[in-house]
């Protein structure tokens, strides 16, 4: 069982920048493949990044590419999402995510473990 609490979303004007976090406790982290995720109203959750359990490969989704950076430390148990340039569109819920094994992949079906978000908006 892998438990997880995400923090540091809010409401920025666009252009801004947020930094989410995710502890997680439970079972072992650095053995899970993480990965961030948002829904946003009306919407389907969708992928915006993950990451493998040492770090080495990292996916991002088109919209994020370039604007968010995802990073782990595995000595505390927390995997970041860093959003810079954010725009309206970006206005979600942010979910963290863990997989029972390493490898790195987008579908939300694939991950076992959620968190229960964080609100993300971002104004014109």
């Known amino acids: 069982q892998v438990m997880l609490v995400e923090s540091g979303g809010g409401a920025v004007q666009a252009g801004g920048s947020l930094r989410l976090s995710c502890a997680a406790s439970?079972?072992?982290?650095?053995?899970?493949?993480m990965g961030w995720f948002r829904q946003g109203p009306g919407e389907e959750r969708e992928f915006v990044a993950a990451i493998s359990r040492g770090g080495g490969v990292i996916r991002y989704a088109n919209s994020v590419k370039g604007r968010f950076t995802i990073t782990r430390d595995n000595a505390k148990n927390t995997v970041y999402l860093q959003m810079n340039s954010l725009k309206p569109e970006d206005t979600a819920v942010y979910y963290c995510?863990?997989?029972?094994?390493?490898?790195?992949?987008?579908?939300?079906?694939?991950?076992?473990?959620w968190g229960q978000g964080t609100q993300v908006t971002v104004s014109s």
């Open positions: 995510a863990a997989k029972d094994v390493g490898l790195v992949t987008t579908r939300p079906d694939d991950y076992s473990y």
């Open positions: 439970g079972r072992t982290f650095s053995a899970s493949a």
